[in-house]
């Protein structure tokens, strides 16, 4: 006979089970896995940038932010308080592309009004400014912004779509995404090992207070902003201010880098230049000693003491010496009496920068040390993906070792513009949506190149390193904006677009290579006929009959964004970067479009078009896709009308017709920049 489960014992069973299932989907709830297809590490302004792009393409995706909010670094940095990026809201002008040229702090977005200036209308704004930024920013787009979560470790593994990268946090839960994007930024400071090291004061962690440097000796070593910054706090209290690294001072208006020494920073070149206790020396780090002087019992006392600064190659066996303190013997003075920094020091600080924390990835996932930046940025290809790690793309400062020292994609007004280059990457790898692109008849191509010279803001804060690429195909070109220029060769396969047989130009903003004096007599070109020597940013046009190759971008001459092309036109530096000038940029820009394209490209009247049509058997492209188009679409309309052919079999714009996506003031194509020229056929 059959049993039958009493009630009482089916409920424990149900309940314990029940229990068992809870438990374990609280243990997968803190501990489990997390999957995403975009993970962003860093809720600083380039992953915030990047969590817009993603957010406004509706994909699936996750910014981890250790710290409670976004921007943590500026809580910290810089230590005295004063961002260096220019926040210029008072330009004459309302157009906001041209506007961010000279706002150098707000992240792009489709908000008119979602910038810097409403937190800081100051020029040199107050860092604090920045995270209070940043969390409108965030607020105000929605983005996807997960806090206190402290990834201690990524590592790749295989997956059905080729790898994967996983992250670990301080509570071993994992997130998984398919895409990573790191935007950590540069945090962990560099450091010099060399004897002494350890008696030296971090910019991290010093005293912010000037008072507490009042009629102290002090010793910085850098010669970067932050050194500066520093020693620009403390001028008016310490006694003696000596700058020491390996290079001379380099100053931003003469090298064009902004991350070279700011004018906002540089009162001690006038100390030193007017001989008023304070100056820089040059020698390396690696072969110094900072050491205390051996004292006689009798003269020490409770007082901080002095510190010397060494040379190795006069230094004894360390075995040989006490502690950190050196004799008198040891000390270059005894050899070189008037050596520069022979007289002691209450402080030495460190004031070096910041390097790429490499620790938290496996080897699984690691990108390389870059070549350039003496190692202290990941290396990435062309377009910001780790070399070697396909999938994990470099963002913000961590990309810098790109364009290092040559351009702005180390600081927030250029990598919102690169941040956007490597989401149309991406667009195109997972989801084949091809670059941005505008199409123009070919006839308004010019009026379209001089309203980008006059007013884009991408290639005028990333000069050099993102350009504008024209596909020429006829009568009609494609414009894809903001590419990018070292990943050219790789163009097809990057953006969508293909290449015909009719070439390319490429509008690039590049500097003169020449060095100059660069506040002296003769600093600028004015004259069109030699705008190839201009010294000052202007737009460069290269025409190429094919891409170039990868072998062509090795081989390019020395300091040249691009390989050699076909054709090169240099349109003459403008004063007021404007490049609107009938005779000095606009004549002989289109003297160089009618050699690429091989066509007319003067606006004609439509008298001239009905007199060209007349007498000469092609009439210039303006005519046909203009005023002979125009004609023609009337006398089929009319035709239409009459019944004779059916209207729907009749196409719009057979050779082209106007794009309603173009302004207004496209549909002349030209008339109003070749008017006063007074050009005849």
Not at 173 to 199: H, K, N, R
Not at 427 to 437: A, D, I, V
Request: aromatic share 12%.
């Amino acid at each position: 006979m059959k049993k039958v489960m009493e009630p009482n014992l089916q409920c424990f069973i149900v309940f314990t089970l029940f229990g068992f299932v809870l438990t374990s989907f609280n243990e997968h709830l803190h501990n489990g896995t997390s999957h995403y297809s975009y993970c962003v590490l860093g809720a600083g302004p380039a992953g915030l940038q990047m969590g817009f792009f993603l957010s406004k393409a509706k994909r699936d995706y996750i910014i981890l932010e250790r710290n409670s909010g976004p921007g943590s670094f500026f809580n910290k940095y810089p230590r005295h308080r004063k961002l260096i990026s220019i926040n210029k809201i008072h330009t004459g002008r309302s157009n906001r592309e041209f506007n961010l040229r000279h706002d150098w702090n707000s992240l792009l977005s489709d908000r008119p009004d979602l910038l810097f200036r409403r937190v800081s209308e100051e020029f040199y704004p107050p860092a604090d400014a920045f995270p209070r930024y940043l969390s409108m920013f965030v607020k105000e787009l929605g983005l996807k912004v997960k806090y206190g979560v402290d990834i201690g470790r990524i590592r790749s593994m295989p997956s059905a779509a080729g790898r994967s990268y996983i992250l670990t946090d301080q509570h071993a839960a994992d997130y998984s995404c398919s895409i990573l994007l790191v935007a950590t930024g540069l945090w962990v400071p560099q450091e010099v090992e060399f004897e002494g090291s350890d008696l030296v004061e971090g910019y991290e962690s010093i005293s912010t207070n000037p008072d507490d440097y009042k009629d102290q000796a002090v010793l910085i070593l850098g010669k970067g902003n932050s050194a500066f910054e520093t020693a620009q706090s403390i001028l008016g209290r310490a006694s003696r201010l000596h700058m020491l690294s390996s290079s001379p001072v380099r100053l931003a208006w003469q090298t064009h880098y902004v991350g070279d020494l700011r004018a906002v920073n540089n009162e001690l070149l006038d100390t030193y230049q007017l001989k008023s206790l304070d100056g820089l020396v040059e020698a390396h780090l690696e072969d110094i000693v900072i050491a205390k002087q051996e004292e006689s019992s009798r003269r020490r006392s409770k007082r901080r003491a002095k510190l010397y600064l060494g040379l190795q190659k006069y230094m004894q066996s360390s075995d040989e010496r006490s502690g950190s303190t050196v004799s008198r013997e040891e000390l270059p003075a005894h050899y070189i009496d008037n050596f520069p920094l022979r007289k002691p020091y209450d402080r030495v600080i460190r004031c070096l920068g910041f390097r790429f924390n490499f620790s938290i990835f496996h080897s699984s996932a690691c990108p390389p040390h870059s070549e350039n930046a003496k190692g202290r940025l990941p290396g990435v290809t062309a377009w910001y993906e780790g070399k070697n790690t396909p999938g994990l793309f470099l963002l913000g400062t961590a990309s810098h070792s790109r364009d290092y020292r040559a351009s702005a994609g180390g600081f927030v007004h250029g990598f919102r513009y690169t941040a956007r280059a490597v989401h149309r990457v991406l667009e195109y790898r997972y989801h084949g949506n091809t670059w941005p692109s505008t199409r123009l008849m070919t006839t308004q191509l010019m009026s379209w190149i001089l309203k980008r010279v006059g007013e884009a803001s991408g290639p005028y804060q990333m000069f050099e390193m993102l350009g504008d690429v024209i596909l020429l195909h006829g009568s009609h070109c494609e414009y894809v904006e903001e590419f990018l220029l070292q990943a050219l060769p790789q163009f097809s396969s990057l953006s969508g677009h293909q290449v015909s047989n009719h070439g390319l130009i490429v509008v690039v903003m590049q500097y003169g290579k020449k060095k100059i004096d660069f506040l002296g007599h003769g600093r600028a070109e004015t004259d069109w006929k030699r705008a190839w020597k201009s010294n000052f940013l202007h737009p460069v046009l290269y025409y190429y009959d094919s891409l170039p190759t990868e072998q062509d971008m090795r081989m390019r001459p020395h300091g040249w964004p691009l390989p050699r092309p076909k054709a090169i036109h240099h349109m003459v530096e403008d004063f007021l970067t404007e490049w609107d000038a009938p005779l000095s940029h606009i004549q002989p820009l289109r003297r160089f479009l009618e050699h690429c394209v091989q066509t007319d490209l003067r606006a004609f009247s439509a008298e001239t078009c009905f007199r060209s049509a007349l007498t000469h058997r092609k009439a210039p492209l303006f005519c046909q896709q203009g005023y002979l188009n125009q004609h023609y679409g009337q006398r089929r309309r009319c035709v239409n009308e009459a019944g004779q052919v059916p209207a729907e079999k009749v196409t719009a714009g057979t050779s082209l017709g106007a794009n309603p996506s173009l302004p207004n003031y496209l549909a002349p194509a030209g008339a109003s920049v070749s008017s006063g020229l007074k050009l005849d056929l």
